[in-house]
């Protein structure tokens, strides 16, 4: 399934740094979230809270503790964005070549845009298999 459109807020980018994922217990705030929450707003940081777990999300740097580096086996592609609410399937599109290159992602969703993970061992595989599909990267 190519891309809804060629329009450039749906280029790609792969983000330079490693990522982790981590999932805490619904309870287990721990310093390292509240120290990337309240500084270094230039690296991608992602916290999402339900009644069973938190799911912390974000770029691995020297001073997170070690629970985060063993967890960052991950790289994050970016839709370039702004996306309008109204333009639908742009995840599924995004995924779906993904899905038959056997690569796993955890996608992240925000306001203007979305940024899906791969593992970092499957970044040319899953680059390959979306510029194969028409997705466009850019720098």
Not at 29 to 45: K, Y
Not at 93 to 116: C, G, H, I, K, R
Request: hydrophobic share 40%.
């Amino acid at each position: 399934m190519a891309p809804p459109s060629d329009h450039p807020s749906l280029h790609l980018t792969v983000l330079p740094n490693d990522f982790f994922v981590v999932q805490l217990k619904h309870n287990e705030i721990d310093g390292d979230v509240l120290i990337n929450l309240t500084s270094q707003p230039e690296r991608f940081f992602s916290l999402t809270r339900t009644a069973e777990e938190v799911s912390v999300v974000g770029e691995i740097h020297k001073d997170l503790s070690q629970r985060y580096h063993e967890n960052s086996g991950w790289r994050c592609i970016r839709i370039a964005g702004l996306m309008e609410f109204n333009l639908t399937g742009v995840l599924a599109s995004f995924t779906l070549p993904l899905q038959e290159a056997q690569v796993p992602v955890f996608a992240v969703s925000t306001w203007n845009t979305d940024y899906v993970l791969v593992p970092k061992d499957k970044l040319e595989v899953a680059v390959g298999a979306l510029k194969k599909d028409g997705w466009t990267f850019i720098s």
